[in-house]
């Protein structure tokens, strides 16, 4: 059977969408590859068509998912960047969100070329986040990116932990006034808006 050109191309892009979600979702290690491939309606075997193995598609995946936030905070006014990271939509859904926040301590755990991938990705997130600041050198704004990113994960990470709904929001906004205030922008006291 003949595909059109871009056939090839396109599925492999349906399988790293797929298999991002379920990675954020699940966890790396809960997430096999039978289930994501069944999830993007294809075959396993199909699967070597496009990755030579399940390491190769984390560091495709992690790469894809942290490429898509640099381009939410390019596009990104003001602070909305922040307040969509730290909002209860990001909080209850992180199949679509950040996959650090979702899958940090497993990322410390996964290859070290897998790793090198993600620490070149993370880095150029912190640049771009420190040349967001109209003030301080570019040690100060280098250093405050770092403390802000750190600040969001952990912000979100607590937040989804806790069974108690209030106990959850507050920890959200009180992660959000924080981080609104390391980035130099008004702190409003107000609820984080999902």
Do not use: W
Not at 50 to 76: G, N, P
Not at 122 to 151: C, N
Not at 153 to 170: F, M, P, Y
């Amino acid at each position: 059977m003949r595909y059109e050109k871009g056939h090839k191309d396109t599925t492999r892009k349906h399988i790293i969408d797929v298999a991002a979600r379920r990675f954020r979702n699940d966890g790396v290690a809960a997430a096999g590859l039978a289930g994501i491939m069944t999830d993007a309606g294809l075959t396993n075997g199909a699967f070597y068509t496009h990755f030579s193995s399940k390491d190769d598609l984390v560091c495709e995946t992690l790469t894809a998912a942290l490429d898509k936030m640099r381009q939410r905070i390019l596009a990104a006014e003001g602070d909305g960047a922040i307040r969509d990271y730290l909002s209860t939509r990001h909080r209850d859904h992180p199949e679509t969100g950040c996959p650090t926040s979702a899958l940090v301590a497993e990322i410390a755990r996964l290859p070290r070329k897998t790793r090198a991938i993600y620490t070149e990705r993370v880095a150029k997130l912190f640049e771009l986040m420190a040349s967001r600041f109209a003030e301080g050198s570019e040690q100060e704004r280098r250093r405050r990116a770092m403390a802000l990113y750190g600040l969001m994960i952990g912000t979100l990470q607590l937040a989804r932990a806790v069974c108690d709904k209030k106990l959850s929001d507050e920890i959200l906004e009180n992660g959000l006034q924080t981080a609104l205030a390391i980035a130099g922008r008004p702190t409003d006291g107000g609820p984080s808006k999902p």
